[in-house]
């Protein structure tokens, strides 16, 4: 029998400290200090710093064109704008997803529209788009939710029948193969963040693949500035626009861009790193009752950016879901629940964004749409039983103790659930 859990007094299981994520190397310093002496502190056009992560994203990813931007959010605005999402349009997503999502939606004055998820991936379902398309569907916009790609095939084949253009949010998929192909270049057009805790952390930043000229233009017109759209912009159509662009600008700062181009050679280590402990995890999650590993499809690599498990309080002595995470963290454990969905938000409560009802009352928009009645079947199946385990970055780490100690949590736990379990219904004191 284990020895007893924190939860009960017991000593804590994990006494190594969890992997600091990003790792700042002396690589990183002298990348920066190099930038830094290089005597610029802006690039505004296609050069430098910047194009040097571009040509690496392009090469790792096989990929023709990419546009590094400021962030996730500025890449998701730049890639739904390619797409030609415009006033009044719709976007088909899944709601289980980090509320920053859908903004960039609404940022084009276009409508969210929530179809179900795989309950095993929680990545939208490719059988679950067909029922939203309307006639003012415009695209498909998909999270490859926390490092699992969603099943792009099928989804492809739906949007090809209906027009539509499909987005990859690659935010938590940097590195993630679907059929042996890389997260990014599955769909029409991607947006990345390299955003802190991100697969490749570079402070702050995004960029956007696609292999389609014309998604190129029209990203790049909405993202940058008059010199890099006069260097970049061939298409006579978007040219003309040159002198003020048709957004924002959301250029990239060099010392994000250094960075990245230094953590993109040590990046397919990392993530090795990283498979190599939650395979540990999983494969000990699968020998305890209650406890299942994360899904994870025959034909996909997962790059874990969270690693998803479930726990079933049936088997485990009827502990709850929020017992068995009270338990885990008293361990020294992080681990949160999964979601909750982003249609209960209040900006869709409450349907407020620009003021005046926009974009539902848009004049371009057809039909009332309203968040308040919706039901996910497998949101809720998924939440139910499912939780996060790690904290931000997952565990990139080659300390072999530390995940041993993780393990011996999950063994703890899973022992003494009954118990646990009474201590929290009886008010025996428990620490949380
Ligand atoms: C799935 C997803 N998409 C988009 C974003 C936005 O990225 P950023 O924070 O770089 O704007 C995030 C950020 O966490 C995210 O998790």
Redesign the pocket.
Known sequence: MSETPAILGGPKAVQHDLPVWPAVTEEIIDAVVAALRGGKMSETRDEGYNAQLEEAFREYHGCEYAIAVN????A?DAALFAAGVEPGDEVITAPL??G??ITPILHLNAIPVFADVDPRTGCIAPDEIEKHVTKSTKAVMV?HLAGHPADMDPIMAVAAQHGMKVIE?C??SQGSLYKGRKAGVLGHISAF?L?SVKNMPCG?G?IILTGDREMYERATLLAHHPARLKQCLEMEEYRRYCDTGLGWNYRMHLLSAAIGVVQMKSFDEAMALRRKNADRINEAAETLPGLRATYVAPDCVHTYYQQMLTCDAAELAGLPLDGFLAALRAEGVPCSRIGPPVHEFGILQDRRFYGKGCPWTCPHAQGERSYTDLTFPNIDRLRASGFVIGSAGGFVTDDTCLIGEVIEALHKIAAHADAIREARAGGTPVST
């Open positions: 962030s996730g959010t500025a998701l997803c980090p920053y999502v999270v949010d935010a938590h963040s955003q702050e995004g």
